[in-house]
């Protein structure tokens, strides 16, 4: 059974987040199923549902088009591909994994349909990314507080977050005091600071 496999690291694309998993599995010392390295591995069954989570999360099913009678995005097995592994036999045993998580036994339906197709809904890549180097730039050394560039970037990305995951976020109640600090390497350069404040404590400089 798929499930029952296990997967290492090596076989996986290099994505720091399922290496994290794999590194906190109590049975990360048993054998990969797929090849035979003695890296550490995950089981199959964990891999879908994480996989699953990703989907749901970062992807969104692609309708069927009458008119040009096909369906729009990608289908599962190059999502896959792309996301998880190249290893043609990892990917066909998590589609198989993917296709019994997503079976519902009371309706007889699946949930992304008999042939998933997928399109990305959540990207910070590209456009998005040049825009938040960008935004990151501005605030760590000019306008920090009154940042419209940052407060479009922020709803940009944040919006949709917040939209479908509050639990991400903490609110502060009206008045409450939130401070920072400023690291000094040596007292002198400390006590320099605190005679000119106005000199030291604005923007970091870009180094």
């Given at each position: ?123 910070i890549s590209g456009n ?80």
């Amino acid at each position: 059974m798929p499930g029952s496999k296990r997967i290492c690291r090596q076989c996986l694309n290099d994505d720091r987040y399922l290496i994290n998993i794999i590194a906190s599995d109590p049975d990360a010392s048993e054998s990969c199923d797929y090849c035979d390295s003695e890296e550490m591995t995950m089981s199959m069954e964990t891999l879908a549902e994480k996989v699953d989570w990703l989907i749901e999360n970062y992807y969104r099913g692609g309708e069927y088009n009458h008119y040009l009678e096909k369906y729009e995005g990608e289908p599962l097995f190059s999502v896959l591909e792309q996301e998880v592994t190249v290893n043609d036999n990892i990917i066909n045993d998590l589609s198989e994994l993917l296709d019994e998580l997503w079976f519902d036994w009371s309706s007889h339906e699946r949930t992304y349909g008999d042939e998933p197709h997928f399109v990305e809904a959540v990207t910070i890549s590209g456009n998005l990314s040049r825009k938040w180097n960008s935004m990151e730039r501005k605030l760590r050394e000019s306008n920090r507080f009154f940042n419209m560039d940052a407060m479009a970037t922020f709803e940009e990305v944040f919006g949709y977050l917040h939209e479908n995951h509050p639990s991400a976020f903490i609110d502060f109640e009206q008045n409450t005091s939130i401070f920072r600090g400023r690291i000094f390497q040596s007292e002198e350069a400390l006590e320099a600071a605190l005679r000119m404040p106005e000199s030291s404590f604005g923007p970091p400089p870009p180094n």
